[in-house]
């Protein structure tokens, strides 16, 4: 009998600005919840804001802090107060600043620009020290949190670290994402919110209802 492959993606919720909303989306099932520090979101919070969110948490749900260009001092800064277990990138940083912190790392990848097509070896070569990267639907440097998507079919073939999908997914298109990309988890900010930085229990619950739906889902 042939063993069907147990599969669990990963779920990262982000850009919490409400205690309450931390906890309910552990409940529900997230397994990381991302806080956004880049300038100009408008859902950047407070390193003291994110540390006291932090303590709604639930165990065994990971804590991640969200950059854009940020300095090198504010992110020291948030790693010393919200003691995130990962950091993400969103923009030009490279290699060696992101993993000065001490903490893995994600590298946001934009894939907005239409002409430009990522090449996997390229990416592991340019960002050699991350954890893993996140295929997003901004343009290189862009603001993340568009509620956008992309041409899922543009994700390079052959990357050989870990990938989060983000960009505009909703509990109405995450399962054909996931079926369409096999990605390590998803990712998404707009298509669980009311208004920017306030989520939405009811699509919290659809979307992670729709993901373990695909997880259980045998192809034809
Ligand atoms: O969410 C933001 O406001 C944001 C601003 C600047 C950089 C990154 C940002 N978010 C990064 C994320 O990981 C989002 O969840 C991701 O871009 C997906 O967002 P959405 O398309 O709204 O689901």
Sequence with gaps: MNQKILFRTRIKFCGFTRAGDVRLACELGADAIGFVFAHGSKRRVAAEEARAMRQALAPMVDAVALFRDNT???????VRKVRPSLLQFHGDEEDA???????PYLKAIGMGDDIVRQHPAAL???YPGAAGFLFDSHVAGGEGGTGKTFDWARIPTGVQKPYLLAGGLTPDNVFDAILATLPWGVDVSTGIESEPGVKDGELMRRFVEEVRRVDC???D
């Design 217 to 219: 889902h045998v192809p």
């Design 97 to 103: 600043f992101c993993r000065g912190f001490g903490v």
């Design 124 to 126: 592991q070569e340019r």
């Design 72 to 78: 090198i001092d504010e992110v020291r800064d948030v």
